[in-house]
């Protein structure tokens, strides 16, 4: 029997795409927010970040944008891409139309282009929640028992809220977030939910409340679901904010 011939895919038309990105760079005094155009011929499989890095290396050398791990591990390429916050290292072109407008994430400093200082707004967010295990006594921390085994169960909650890579997007697509810089967001409401799920964390729903019970931590919130609707690690962020409220409520806080 003669073998088959192998069946050729074709691959999809190559489009030119228009790239509309707002620029700006704060640290130059003659610099004003303006958008500027950027063509470039579609290649298969090509990201946001391919097609920016390709405009740098071949039409503008200035532009700036932020990668590192280019996987959707680190979370620094955020950015509003067509008015939605979105990662460019995992965006197909091919999913977008023709034209692509491009601005930098709001509700953080702006360092230039599409980068912004997401770092320091989530270091004020963590200091401010301390974020980190509390215990009552450190002198007399007992390491065994602060490394004594976690039921896997639980160990497997911890984990789905620790995959958060501070990227900023929900921060990007919160109403209140836009309106009240002091909001901490789903990004700091789900760092207080990991902590209250942590056995080896001493702190009490009193000490939780005075850190988020407030217009600022989990009343603040409208409920527009942006932040779920955008995270693109799919985090429970609703549902978090859902079980501190509750959690709250039931203890008469």
């Excluded at 390709?54 to 503008?60: L, V």
């Excluded at 979370?75 to 034209?99: K, Q, V, Y």
């Excluded at 601005?103 to 912004?116: K, Y």
């Excluded at 958060?164 to 939910?193: P, S």
Aim: aromatic share 6%; proline share 6%.
């Amino acid at each position: 029997m003669k073998p088959t011939p192998m069946q050729t895919i074709p691959l999809k038309q190559s489009r030119t795409l228009r790239i509309e990105i707002l620029r700006h760079n704060p640290a130059d005094p003659d610099s004003h927010p303006h958008l500027q155009v950027f063509e470039i011929e579609e290649a298969e499989t090509m990201t946001l970040f391919i097609a920016l890095t390709e405009i740098r290396q071949t039409q503008d050398a200035s532009l700036q944008f932020d990668f590192v791990c280019r996987a959707g591990i680190c979370g620094s390429c955020g950015m509003l891409i067509n008015g939605r916050p979105g990662l460019a290292c995992r965006t197909l072109t091919r999913e977008l139309p023709d034209t692509i407008r491009l601005a930098p994430l709001p509700g953080f400093e702006l360092i230039g282009d599409l980068s912004v200082n997401t770092g320091k707004w989530m270091r004020g967010m963590s200091e401010r929640l301390e974020t980190w295990v509390h215990r009552e006594n450190i002198e007399a921390i007992d390491i065994d028992a602060v490394e004594q085994r976690m039921a896997p169960e639980l160990a497997e909650q911890l984990y789905e809220l620790e995959r958060c890579i501070e990227c900023g997007c929900c921060i990007a697509a919160c109403g209140t977030a836009q309106m009240h810089e002091d909001f901490v967001g789903a990004a700091g409401l789900n760092q207080i939910a990991r902590f209250r799920l942590d056995p080896r964390d001493t702190r009490s729903d009193a000490d939780y409340y005075e850190l988020v019970g407030d217009e600022s931590g989990v009343f603040g919130c409208m409920t527009l679901l942006g932040c779920e609707d955008y995270c693109p690690k799919n985090l429970p962020l609703a549902v978090q904010l859902a079980f501190l409220r509750r959690k709250m409520a039931r203890q008469g806080l």
